[in-house]
């Protein structure tokens, strides 16, 4: 059975870190490409950051350069975000995303708020 589990999300002060985690299974993990979306309240899904299979290409919102990094562990099957200096706007649900070719999965999100 497919799956992505995201965990790690939670309640974080402005100015702290968070660090996601979402583990795959039931799929060929290393083959597919791995991304980040969010969903504030009232706004879009948009993409926070993806990755290439074999990791060796990231990219990011444009806006997140340099506060967010995305890796994987091919290994254990799981993609990583690592979110650093969080603002009160970086609130909302994330979505792990599994894409290769027509193939599109998707996880059931984790919530994050930022707030003092």
């Known amino acids: 059975q497919l799956q992505l589990v995201e965990s790690g999300g939670g309640l974080v002060q402005p100015g702290g870190s968070l660090r996601l985690s979402c583990a795959a299974s039931?799929?060929?993990?290393?083959?597919?490409?791995m991304s980040w979306y969010r969903q504030a309240p009232g706004k879009e899904r948009e993409l926070v950051a993806r990755?290439?299979?074999?990791?060796?290409?990231?990219n990011y919102a444009d806006s997140l350069k340099g506060r967010f990094t995305i890796s994987r562990d091919n290994a254990r099957n799981t993609v990583y975000l690592q979110m650093n200096s969080l603002k009160p706007e970086d609130t909302a649900v994330y979505y792990c995303?599994?894409?290769?070719?027509?193939?599109?999965?998707w996880g059931q999100g984790t919530q994050v708020t930022v707030s003092s």
């Open positions: 990755i290439t299979s074999a990791g060796g290409s990231t």
């Open positions: 995303n599994a894409r290769r070719y027509t193939y599109n999965y």
């Open positions: 039931g799929f060929t993990f290393s083959s597919y490409a």
